[in-house]
């Protein structure tokens, strides 16, 4: 892998606003460039919790909302990642693990948000926590459910 592609100098160039970054890529080095671990490395830093929340936030803003849309469009997620940074100088990024989904309780969580689509995520994880098969089974029958 070339000294372009490794996360450190991925970041340096994101904090640094370096707009021309995707167009130096090589043919041979794009398709292996990774616009999705902007997002990941992107979102976390060290700093003050001031720094850190102005990043996450920006990470939302900027590249969260329509990232996935624009997937087709490498260069223009590579333009969009580079309005995070705030322009003050290379900041240390961490790496945030995608969240691990449970496997015995993505059904149970499944029937739950049929039942009850106004409750939130944390919500149903509870119910969930809380909540047997039996119950549910309860449930979807005193909701009109086979």
Request: proline residues 4%; glycine residues 4%; aromatic residues 8%.
């Amino acid at each position: 892998m070339s000294d372009k592609l490794n996360i450190g100098n991925e970041m340096r160039q994101l904090d640094a606003k370096n707009r021309d970054f995707y167009d130096e890529l090589t043919p041979e080095e794009r398709p292996k460039f990774s616009t999705f671990l902007m997002v990941r490395w992107g979102s976390a830093v060290d700093g003050s919790r001031e720094i850190q929340e102005y990043y996450v936030q920006s990470v939302n803003h900027y590249l969260n909302k329509h990232f996935f849309t624009m997937h087709r469009h490498p260069k223009l997620q590579w333009l969009m990642a580079t309005a995070v940074s705030p322009g003050m100088g290379a900041m240390r990024h961490n790496w945030i693990a995608p969240k691990k989904k449970e496997a015995g309780a993505s059904a149970l969580k499944k029937q739950l948000r049929e039942l009850y689509p106004h409750l939130k995520d944390d919500e149903i994880d509870l119910m969930a926590a809380l909540t047997d098969r039996k119950e549910i089974a309860q449930l979807q029958r005193a909701h009109g459910n086979d």
